[in-house]
């Protein structure tokens, strides 16, 4: 059975850096894209960064493009999450999710295109 387990969050000062991590299981962790998204109360569930299973081309919309980076541990079967110079605009739950199958760039930033769901993880960041 497919799972994805996130861990990481927590409750961090505006200004600093953290790192989540998803753990995968029960698929081909290699050969999927993986991605990470967020959502703030009461608004919808955003695209923070994907990176395809293969090739580990990776994309961040530009919002997001200086200060988050994602990577991955095929080995580990694992997909990270560096944050850095988080704001407390960035306090939300962080979700990990995975997908097979070939993806345009704005596909693999939808939370739709996405059948695989970890729990979330908290990241509070405090002013």
């Known amino acids: 059975q497919l799972q994805l387990v996130e861990s990481g969050g927590g409750l961090v000062h505006s200004g600093t850096s953290l790192r989540l991590s998803c753990h995968a299981s029960g698929f081909m962790f290699p050969v999927y894209t993986l991605a990470w998204f967020r959502q703030a109360p009461g608004k919808e569930r955003e695209g923070v960064s994907f990176i395809f299973g293969g090739s580990g081309h990776t994309h961040n919309p530009d919002s997001m493009k200086r200060r988050f980076t994602i990577s991955r541990d095929n080995v580990k079967n694992e997909v990270y999450l560096e944050m850095n110079n988080l704001r407390p605009e960035d306090t939300a739950v962080y979700y990990c999710?995975?997908?097979?199958?070939?993806?345009?760039?704005?596909?693999?930033?939808?939370?739709?295109?996405?059948?695989?769901w970890g729990q979330g993880t908290q990241v509070t960041v405090s002013s």
């Open positions: 999710a995975a997908v097979s199958g070939v993806l345009s760039e704005s596909e693999a930033l939808s939370p739709g295109t996405y059948p695989y």
